[in-house]
């Protein structure tokens, strides 16, 4: 077959704007962004790079949404419609928004196509909360005085979402903000924002009003900035890195604009000589390869009693050597590539680092079979390690294990405490006591006990320590969108002396 000419390549090549108020709207003149295929390497859509005039028209799409009275008016469980009738479309749409996140990031279709089939749920669960929004009444010991609560949306949300999971991340925040009665303006990392895009045009299909949903494109340092520090937003929920996720809490700081961070993590998976082995090294696989390790809550240290380090370890490297690399896109592939260039050089170097400071078990470079070359893979590794090596302290986000050994259940939880994250923990054992001691002890805003990596929209999530505050799922996230608002009643008598306050 003849090779392709440019001009055919470019004519393949999708282009994206931003979705605003409603309607499309194209980026400004020489401001593209590539959007890579991490599988092979190639660009294959290009999207927006959003100036801050089109930050600024989005969020004011999203204030005049806000202060409509075709939304502002809606009644509760109209929206709650809505929402159910979205999550009906996104349902039919899942194959498809499955699809374009793999060919974004890499992750593979079995994970997309479940992640996509499942988040309708958030829109029932959270659509289903809408009518549910009530204040209280408040008992107060003052003659002729009446008291209750009104709980109100806050105005335009902004949710800023990194390329691992985007539209599940987004989803987390944006179903609970709009059940609410919010507005809100997404940006997507630029690695990966096709999916979303695309499900942000299902809205106005699913009847709501233009403007609730806006998206914007654009690198976290010009669009995503301009849009957390923008005077009008009202609340910022921020997922990403560590780092990035300080900048964003001072910068909405500026206008003293509250936020949701959901940062990364070191989290401890800790194998007790009692486990049902067999089942915890598939715990211990499925929190650090799969998503190729690029998820904030990977078991990214496996803690295992002295006991059972042998046996665990020859069941893990014969796990690990039949796991099966390839196209993301093909139902048989368990990892995938790395999502970016990016993360290829910066996990590859952790993984010299790591050859330094611990012992390499498996892995520890490229894959070798031709068919992966294009992409940005790196085989599973696993290190024996222990707590202080930097491989073990900093997130590395990508497929690589420390293995670190313990003697006894105090030296477990000191050790998997002492990190300066507090995502996620995994517990395995049989002794039904100390895995509710452990789960006490350990300080992670989720602990999974003899199973690891499960979600639910009903579930609180979210950090501890440098892991970031605020809670996604669950009614914890409905409060995150909404704000208390007082109201006394003078119903007998008059205002006693209007020189003094009344307590
Ligand atoms: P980043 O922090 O680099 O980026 C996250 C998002 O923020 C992207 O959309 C990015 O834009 C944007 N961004 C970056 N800097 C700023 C800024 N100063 N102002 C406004 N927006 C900004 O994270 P990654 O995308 O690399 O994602 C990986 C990280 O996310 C890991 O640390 C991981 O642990 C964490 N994470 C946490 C989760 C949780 O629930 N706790 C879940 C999933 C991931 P752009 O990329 O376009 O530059």
Not at 94 to 123: H, P, Y
Not at 395 to 404: H, K, T
Not at 412 to 429: R, S, Y
Request: hydrophobic share 40%; proline share 5%.
């Amino acid at each position: 077959m003849p090779a392709k000419s440019e001009a055919q390549r470019s004519r393949e090549i999708k282009r994206y704007g931003l979705y605003v108020g409603g309607k499309w709207v194209d980026a400004e003149p020489g401001r593209l962004i590539p959007v890579v295929n991490p599988y092979t390497g190639e660009v294959w859509a290009e999207i927006a790079e959003a100036s801050a005039a089109q930050v600024n028209m989005a969020v004011t799409a999203a204030r005049r949404a806000f202060d409509d009275p075709g939304w502002r008016q809606m009644k509760p469980s109209w929206r709650g419609r809505l929402m159910w009738k979205f999550g009906e479309m996104l349902e039919k749409n899942a194959d498809e928004l499955a699809r374009l996140e793999t060919m974004c990031n890499g992750k593979v279709i079995r994970e997309t196509r479940a992640q996509m089939g499942s988040f309708s749920s958030w829109f029932y669960y959270f659509g289903g909360l809408a009518d549910k929004i009530q204040g209280e009444v408040v008992p107060v010991e003052m003659e002729g005085i009446f008291t209750y609560t009104l709980r109100e949306p806050l105005g335009v949300v902004a949710v800023v979402a990194p390329w691992n999971s985007p539209l599940l991340i987004s989803v987390y925040s944006l179903a609970p903000a709009i059940a609410a009665g919010n507005t809100v303006v997404l940006k997507p990392s630029s690695f990966a924002p096709v999916s979303v895009l695309r499900f942000a045009s299902l809205f106005e299909e699913a009847g709501f009003p233009p403007g609730v949903v806006n998206v914007v494109t654009g690198s976290g340092s010009t669009a995503g900035d301009a849009l957390v520090g923008h005077p009008v937003v009202a609340k910022v929920a921020f997922t990403g890195g560590t780092s990035s996720g300080k900048s964003v809490a001072s910068r909405a700081a500026d206008h003293l604009v509250p936020t949701t961070l959901e940062l990364g993590g070191k989290s401890p998976n800790i194998v007790f000589d009692d486990a049902d082995l067999a089942h915890a090294v598939d715990g211990i696989v499925a929190g650090i390869f799969s998503a190729a390790g690029q998820s904030c809550v990977a078991g990214s240290r496996a803690l295992v009693q002295e006991g059972v380090y042998e046996d665990v370890v020859s069941r893990l490297v014969d796990r690990t050597s039949r796991l099966k690399l390839g196209d993301p896109l093909d139902e048989e592939t368990e990892v995938g590539p790395l999502a970016s260039k990016d993360q290829l050089t910066k996990v590859s170097s952790y993984i010299e680092l790591g050859k330094k400071e611990g012992v390499l078990l498996w892995g520890g470079g490229r894959p070798e079979s031709p068919a992966l070359r294009r992409g940005f893979f790196v085989q599973p590794t696993v290190f024996k390690t222990d707590n202080r090596s930097r491989i073990a302290r900093e997130e590395v986000f990508g497929p690589v294990l420390s293995l670190i050994t313990f003697q006894n259940e105090d030296e477990a939880v000191q050790i998997a405490n002492d990190t300066e994250f507090g995502l996620a923990a995994g517990i395995w054992t049989r002794d039904l006591g100390r895995a509710h001691r452990v789960a006490r002890a350990l300080q992670a805003g989720t602990v999974w006990i003899n199973t690891y990596r499960t979600i639910s929209y009903s579930v609180p999530f979210g950090g501890y320590k440098q892991s970031g505050y605020g809670r996604e799922n669950g009614m914890d996230a409905m409060r995150e969108f909404l704000q208390t608002k007082s109201v006394w009643v003078q119903h007998t008598g008059s205002m006693r002396d209007p020189f003094a306050m009344r307590s």
